[in-house]
């Protein structure tokens, strides 16, 4: 049971490029969460699933898509990567006693 | 919309004190849970305590307890006896659950606990 698992842990983009993160969660839990950290900001949301084939908007999505593949599965997308969007990201599920759980992060720098 | 507020974005206490970290919310809903995580300088996400709005009795996990006051949408978090591995980041969070399942977390407050 490995539980909420990130790919990868550190990403160095350059403006423009793109890329996809990974997420995968084990538990059979129905919701699942993108979130960016940044200092002084906290944890803000930027997409949820609250179950397979639907996706939300947070609160701050812009730049962003996601894709929840099947269940167990939730990718987060940058198009065009740019400076604003050096961040921490954390993927999380939601267990039914409305607890999440997180996964490790991915340090993502864009130059 | 549903914001939480931690006005406290540091604090430093003395290793065996008691400390208490702030957050206020603000929502229209009945039903509701609060949540307090601690982030350690590992990055990891930690559940400390969780409060259901409808239970009246306020949440305890072993030193860490909070004081709900509903009315005044308060959740304040209290450390007794607190240890060197208390030091990390602590956000407040919340979520209605019912009506959806964002949950919504707040600046956060470093705690340093000092030797």
């Known amino acids: 049971n490995a539980g909420v698992t990130q790919t990868p842990k550190f990403q160095v983009l350059k403006t423009g490029q793109s890329m996809t993160l990974q997420c995968a969660q084990d538990?059979?839990?129905?919701?699942m969460y993108w979130y960016r950290q940044d200092p002084g900001m906290g944890l803000r949301l930027i997409y949820y699933?609250?179950?397979?084939?639907?996706?939300d908007k947070g609160e701050v999505p812009n730049g962003y898509n996601v894709s929840r593949l099947n269940k167990r599965e939730f990718s987060l997308r940058l198009e065009s990567a740019a400076p604003s969007q050096t961040s921490v990201y954390f993927c999380?599920?939601?267990?039914?006693?409305?607890?999440?759980?997180f996964g490790p992060g991915t340090r993502l720098t864009v130059l | 919309a549903q914001t939480v507020t931690q006005s406290q974005p540091e604090m430093s206490v003395q290793e065996a004190e008691t400390v208490t970290l702030s957050c206020t919310y603000d929502?229209?809903?009945?039903?509701?849970?609060l949540f307090w995580y601690k982030q350690p300088p590992s990055r990891q996400m930690i559940l400390v305590i969780r409060?259901?709005?409808?239970?009246?009795q306020n949440a305890t996990e072993n030193r860490f307890s909070v004081n709900f006051q509903k009315a005044a949408k308060s959740f304040s978090l209290k450390i007794s006896d607190s240890q060197l591995g208390d030091t990390a980041m602590y956000f407040c969070?919340?979520?209605?659950?019912?009506?959806?399942?964002?949950?919504?977390f707040g600046k956060g407050t470093r705690l340093h606990i000092l030797p």
């Open positions: 999380a599920s939601l267990g039914g006693a409305v607890e999440q759980f």
């Open positions: 699933s609250a179950s397979e084939g639907t996706t």
């Open positions: 409060q259901e709005a409808y239970k009246q």
């Open positions: 929502t229209s809903e009945s039903n509701y849970y």
């Open positions: 969070a919340f979520t209605t659950f019912y009506r959806d399942d964002k949950i919504i």
């Open positions: 538990m059979n839990h129905n919701s």
